[in-house]
T-cell receptor
Framework: GNSVTQMEGPVTLSEEAFLTINCTYT??????LFWYVQYPGEGLQLLLK?????DKGSNKGFEATYRKETTSFHLEKGSVQVSDSAVYFC?????????????FGAGTTVTVRA | SQTIHQWPATLVQPVGSPLSLECTVE??????LYWYRQAAGRGLQLLFY??????ISSEVPQNLSASRPQDRQFILSSKKLLLSDSGFYLC????????????FGPGTRLTVL
């Protein structure tokens, strides 16, 4: 079946440090890949997505590249801010399907210190 | 633009009491709808999803149920809450026949005492 594995947290960084959160997946077919972010006490927000191999999703300084050969979708940001403190979820879509269920990773908690 | 609402935002209920959480979506028609639960410090667990009015699929057997009485309304219910039902409940919607992105509501924090 489809599954997503994220690096375990928590991750603690200083401001302006480089952030990488590893995500690998197992899927049949050609899934779409997502990163969602959850700020404290809030719902999940879509951060970025990629729908085919070699696509790069980017938003708010975050980037992730869909690597089919390594089945990975690692999230990176070159210089983090305190406001980036959140829980980050990697996810994939179980296509082909008519219900578009997502498979989520366990989430990685990131804390950025001033 | 599309928006998704959930209420209440927080809820404290005694064990054995009933539950009703509501989710509504605006600005789109015939969406796929989802209920997730997030226990403290845990990941997301898909509870139910719906591809149309009256069509509910359950992912996890439990004492919760879901209903979709209108196209853009999704309700999560229980007749008798358990302590283990405590958590953060998230509703999400996605476009039918479109992209596979899901868009989440603000969530309901449920504490069962």
């Amino acid at each position: 079946g489809n599954s997503v594995t994220q690096m375990e947290g928590p991750v603690t960084l200083s401001e302006e440090a480089f952030l990488t959160i590893n995500c690998t997946y197992t899927a049949t077919g050609y899934p779409s890949l997502f990163w969602y972010v959850q700020y404290p006490g809030e719902g999940l927000q879509l951060l970025l997505k990629a729908t085919k191999a070699d696509d790069k999703g980017s938003n708010k300084g975050f980037e992730a590249t869909y690597r089919k050969e390594t089945t990975s979708f690692h999230l990176e940001k070159g210089s983090v801010q305190v406001s980036d403190s959140a829980v980050y979820f990697c996810a994939l879509s179980a296509l082909p399907s008519n219900d578009y269920k997502l498979s989520f990773g366990a989430g990685t908690t990131v804390t950025v210190r001033a | 633009s599309q928006t998704i609402h959930q209420w209440p935002a927080t809820l404290v209920q005694p064990v054995g009491s009933p539950l009703s959480l509501e989710c509504t979506v605006e600005g789109t028609s015939n969406p796929n709808l989802y209920w997730y639960r997030q226990a403290a410090g845990r990941g997301l667990q898909l509870l139910f999803y719906s591809v149309g009015i009256g069509q509910i699929s359950s992912e996890v057997p439990q004492n919760l149920s879901a209903s979709r009485p209108q196209d853009r309304q999704f309700i999560l219910s229980s007749k008798k809450l358990l302590l283990s039902d405590s958590g953060f409940y998230l509703c999400a919607w996605g476009k039918t026949g479109g992209t596979d992105t899901q868009y989440f509501g603000p969530g309901t924090r449920l504490t069962v005492l």
